[in-house]
């Protein structure tokens, strides 16, 4: 009796550790995980607010920003090759990207905290169709610090044509929100 009482003080322990601050929004330079069910969060225009520069060097060498997609809409996944649901939401983006491309609609990816092989096999068996930052550091992702948590991956954001963040999805995005909140966004 007394050790199985033991067990379950010593699994209370383990499990208030791991639960951490459970207070909203990890802190800077918190770099815990953080979950989401994919859920697109839509943001009313006169609320929006202006996406920061990203610029950064792909996985194939190549440049890319999201200044270069000024007066476009603009999605926005931040994965890593090492994320399941990551894996998971690769061909629902890769769908999408696909359907949306001749109505002006962009993708870009930034890969998060990955090694770049890893990164690359994973673009390679995954063909999205579209460009990755490799932001190994995470500097991009600590660049929407307040919109999207710091460790929250995957992430979706649609950027609207004024450069605002018009949507955000923590999680893997599930199709039909992602191609309705991008067509609403796209038709606004």
């Known amino acids: 009796m007394r050790a199985t009482s033991l067990t379950l003080v010593l699994l209370a322990a383990l499990a208030a550790g791991c639960a951490g ?3 909203g929004q990890p802190q800077a330079g918190d770099t815990r995980f953080v979950a989401g069910d994919g859920t697109m969060q839509v943001f009313a ?3 929006r ?3 920061p520069a990203v610029e950064g060097t792909t996985l194939d060498g190549s440049s890319a920003s999201l200044a270069a997609h000024k007066g476009k809409v603009v999605v926005l996944n931040f994965w890593a090759s090492w994320c399941g649901p990551c894996r998971g939401e690769a061909p629902t983006l890769k769908d999408v990207a696909a ?3 001749s109505s002006g609609v962009e993708f870009l990816g ?3 905290k990955d090694r770049q092989a890893d990164a690359q096999a994973f673009e390679r068996t995954e063909q999205t169709g579209y460009p990755s930052i490799f932001d190994q550091p995470g500097k991009v992702a600590l660049s929407f ?3 999207v948590p710091p460790a929250a991956i995957p992430s979706t ?3 609207d044509k004024q450069g605002r963040i018009a949507a955000r999805a923590l999680g893997a995005v599930k199709y039909s929100d992602l191609m309705s909140t991008l067509t609403k966004v796209r038709d606004e």
Request: proline content about 0%; charged content about 25%.
């Open 21 to 23: 601050n459970q207070g």
């Open 45 to 47: 225009a006169a609320d």
């Open 49 to 51: 607010k202006s996406a």
């Open 99 to 101: 359907k949306t491309k």
């Open 110 to 112: 930034v890969d998060f």
């Open 145 to 147: 610090q307040g919109t």
């Open 157 to 159: 954001l649609i950027i």
